[in-house]
């Protein structure tokens, strides 16, 4: 599939369908008049209108009518009813890319056809402001073309890896779910400011851009974080103190419970429901 002038379809027109569509906009890779979007919800299709300026339907088979990309970006246990939906809708020229969390190639592959272009993707929601991280796994039908063109758009709001798709569970519990992670550590640690004196709005932007910078060192140094952490913390000093205070509060071992949880939900959400 060609990018030039793509058509793209959201199914469910939720935040992470709205972010995505916000930064595509915001990179000039779409204007408003390529974008649609369909959902139940009225409040969820008005926002995702007045946002990106795309035509917005009630109905599933409008979107899948206009575009050439359909982003399946409803919730998981809504999937399978979507799928049945569209499936006699399609045609050859649709490229269908799901960012349903846990939701299978094979579940995907069985509800549309064996003929189907399919990827799979895991993106978050700081697409909104061009700094995404997602991750792609491709069925056996999409084409080097199709590749190129999911990595092409994800790249052009953050960056974008392609996995095995065995992975992508677990990029769904670090980078899908990590943005929450990190909301929580600047929320901490601006109240740890205003504990010891700082004005509220001081506190969080020292805190935000504290963790944007070290992001950004990690990206671009290429160093080990733990080689950077050892570069900040002097024998005796201020951030040996802290750490030892982030240790006995068990911050690593709660981050990687976090990863470990939000990646058993989100293979829990995929299976396929228990009989009754």
Avoid: C
């Avoid at 960012?99 to 993106?123: K, W």
């Avoid at 953050?158 to 990590?178: F, N, W, Y």
């Avoid at 010891?196 to 935000?208: E, F, K, S, W, Y």
Wanted: hydrophobic share 45%.
């Amino acid at each position: 599939m060609s990018d030039a002038a793509t058509r793209i379809g959201f199914l469910g027109t939720g935040k992470m369908a709205t972010a995505l569509a916000k930064g595509w906009l915001k990179a000039g890779f779409v204007v408003a008049e390529q974008l649609s979007g369909s959902d139940p919800a009225l409040a969820a299709r008005s926002a995702f209108a007045q946002d990106t300026g795309g035509f917005v339907s009630e109905k599933n088979s409008d979107v899948v009518r206009r575009a050439d990309l359909l982003i399946v970006a409803v919730k998981p246990q809504s999937v399978p009813a979507l799928l049945g939906e569209i499936a006699p809708l399609l045609g050859h020229q649709h490229l269908i890319v799901s960012i349903a969390a846990g939701v299978s190639l094979a579940q995907l592959t069985a509800a549309l056809g064996p003929n189907r272009r399919l990827i799979r993707v895991m993106p978050n929601t700081p697409a909104l402001v061009g700094s995404s991280a997602s991750a792609y796994s491709s069925g056996g039908t999409a084409s080097a073309d199709d590749l190129r063109l999911v990595d092409r758009y994800l790249g052009g709001v953050g960056r974008a890896i392609q996995v095995p798709e065995k992975l992508l569970d677990a990029v769904t519990g670090l980078s899908g779910s990590g943005p929450a992670y990190a909301f929580v550590m600047i929320e901490a640690l601006s109240d740890g400011g205003v504990r010891m004196g700082l004005p509220r709005d001081v506190a969080t932007l020292l805190a935000a851009q504290t963790l944007f910078g070290a992001a950004q060192m990690v990206l671009e140094t290429g160093l080990h974080p733990g080689v950077l952490k050892d570069q900040v913390t002097s024998p005796g000093g201020t951030t040996i103190a802290g750490l030892h205070a982030l240790e006995r509060g068990g911050l690593r071992a709660s981050l990687i419970d976090a990863v470990q949880a939000a990646t058993e939900r989100a293979h829990e959400l995929g299976a396929p429901p228990k009989p009754v």
